[in-house]
T-cell receptor, first 111, second 113 residues
C-alpha cells in the first residue's frame, strides 16, 4: 500500500462546477500538506499548503486537512477551463525535508 | 524572473552512454532535489542537496549520481543509463527549512533505448 493514495481520474466537470479532489495517507507523522498543480508538459507548481489540521482558503481554492481521518481535500469553486491540469497532493514530516507525493488526479473542466 | 532551468527538455540515448542533465536556479535556494515521474507511481525523489557539497539519497537513487559544487547548480548524472531509467525528470529547489514550497523546473523527458 502506498503511503499517499490519490484517485488518478480523469475527473471531468462542466465549467462553473465545484470540484473536490482528495488524498488519503497512512503515516500519522505527516504535518505539512500541500497541493501542487501540474499543467501538461510543465513542472508542478505549489498551489496551497497547510500546516497540521484545519482549512485554508485562497480565492476559489480551499484546502482542508482532517488528521483524525488521515484525509485531505482541495475544493475548487466556480471551476474554469484553465483549471484543467493534474493536481498532486504532497506531504512532509515535521523533522524531515522529503516530500511524499500522491500519484495525481487529472482534472478536465469543459466549457 | 525566478526560475529553475533544466536542460535538455528532451533526450533520447542508448543503453550505457553516459549523460548529464543540468539544473540551475537563480533564487539562491539552499535545498535542491531531483525527482522522476512515472505513470501510476507519481513523483519519487532520487537525490537531494541541503547545500554546497552536501548531498544525500532519496527514495530511488540507484543508477544516478549528483554533485553540488556551486549553490545554483545541481546536475544529475547517469553513468550507464538503462531502459528502466526512461522517465520524466524534474529538478526542484527551495529555501532551507521551507522544503514544502518547492519550485520545479519544466522537466526533462529521457528515453533510453
Amino acid at each position: 500500500q502506498k503511503e499517499v493514495e490519490q484517485d488518478p481520474g480523469p475527473l471531468s466537470v462542466p465549467e462553473g462546477a465545484i470540484v473536490s479532489l482528495n488524498c488519503t495517507y497512512s503515516n500519522s507523522a505527516f504535518q505539512y500538506f500541500m497541493w501542487y498543480r501540474q499543467y501538461s508538459r510543465k513542472g508542478p507548481e505549489l498551489l496551497m499548503y497547510t500546516y497540521s489540521s484545519g482549512n485554508k482558503e485562497d480565492g476559489r481554492f480551499t484546502a482542508q486537512v482532517d488528521k483524525s481521518s488521515k484525509y485531505i481535500s482541495l475544493f475548487i469553486r466556480d471551476s474554469q477551463p484553465s483549471d484543467s491540469a493534474t493536481y498532486l497532493c504532497a506531504m512532509r514530516h515535521n523533522a524531515g525535508n522529503m516530500l511524499t507525493f500522491g500519484g495525481g488526479t487529472r482534472l478536465m473542466v469543459k466549457p | 524572473e525566478a526560475q529553475v532551468t533544466q536542460n535538455p527538455r528532451y533526450l533520447i540515448t542508448v543503453t550505457g552512454k553516459k549523460l548529464t542533465v543540468t539544473c540551475s536556479q537563480n533564487m539562491n535556494h539552499e535545498y535542491m532535489s531531483w525527482y522522476r515521474q512515472d505513470p501510476g507511481l507519481g513523483l519519487r525523489q532520487i537525490y537531494y542537496s541541503m547545500n554546497v557539497e552536501v548531498t544525500d539519497k532519496g527514495d530511488v537513487p540507484e543508477g544516478y549520481k549528483v554533485s553540488r559544487k556551486e549553490k545554483r547548480n545541481f546536475p544529475l548524472i547517469l553513468e550507464s543509463p538503462s531502459p528502466n531509467q526512461t522517465s520524466l525528470y524534474f529538478c526542484a529547489s527551495s529555501l532551507w527549512g521551507a522544503e514544502e514550497k518547492l519550485f520545479f523546473g519544466s522537466g526533462t523527458q529521457l528515453s533510453v533505448l
